[in-house]
């Protein structure tokens, strides 16, 4: 993260460097982009702002001299690359690891401050001197995030790596590393090669997304009294319902079906299904 930048809109935006190399909070790998990758995350994400789709967008790619070592498709074959950097800018990119690791490393009094931070200055309609104030908060991730990955299925998009480190707690898509848009219809699609267990089949994205929030709901219970912890239990159950009818929708919208009618659900499923059998 190199800096916030507000705009004539008087907009926030914090740009961040992809690739750019290592950092004090780096992982085991070297911190670079190859090429390829970058010109997709730049592309992807400018496609999905331009779908109406919560994205982080990209401001700037650059290529790099120096080389980068990859295994692409992760069978040994070690290759050269071509290295490169993307400037790439969100609201924010707080995420929902960003609250589960201070809950797990027991750093209350910083996950208090961290997030009265981010209600502070994301989301406005909070009032921080709410007693209530983190449940509200949760109930509001539960169901933008439900919309967001509503929106996903709506355009065939899958993201690889569904984890709590890259689901966004302003509900917006975030890290483009593997991903992929269906050609036609199949639950089962996987755009990451190295995920053998198909764990974020596309199939899998809205269940992946209530997993990931339960985790959020942990990392939150300390900071809850008894009576919230029950109120935001009953919050998470209420993520299935968001996610169908935003989803369906959706899809009433594709197919300008008009006003309600309870065949709709069925029809959606039959047209799917039908096309995955095309």
Known sequence: ?????????????????????????????????????????????????YLGIPTSRAASLVVSDDDVWRDQFYNGDIKKERGAIVLRLAKSWFRIGSLEILAHSGELDLLRRLLD???????????????NRYLEFFSTVVSETA?????????????????????????????????????????????????????????????????????????????????????????????????YSRFTELFKTKLGLLGENENDTYLIAFLLKVSLLC
């Open 1 to 49: 993260l190199i800096g916030v930048y507000t705009n004539r809109r008087g907009e926030r935006w914090e740009l961040q460097l992809k690739g750019s190399g290592k950092t004090p909070y780096s992982r085991n790998g070297d911190g670079r982009a190859v090429l390829r990758s970058s010109v997709r995350e730049f592309l992807c994400s400018e496609a999905m702002h």
């Open 147 to 243: 919309n967001l990955i509503a929106l996903w299925m709506s355009v065939g998009f899958a993201h690889g790596v569904c984890n709590t480190d890259n689901f966004s707690l302003l509900s917006i898509t975030i890290d483009y590393g593997p991903f992929g848009f269906m050609d036609s219809y199949d639950p089962n699609f996987v755009p990451n090669t190295s995920d053998d267990e198909r764990r974020y089949k596309i199939g899998n994205q809205a269940s992946v997304g209530l997993f990931n929030l339960s985790k959020l709901l942990q990392a939150l219970k300390p900071l809850l009294d008894p009576r919230q912890k029950q109120l935001a239990s009953q919050i998470l159950e209420g993520y299935d319902e968001h996610y």
């Open 117 to 131: 931070f981010i209600i502070q200055e994301h989301f406005p309609s909070i009032t921080l001197n709410d007693s």
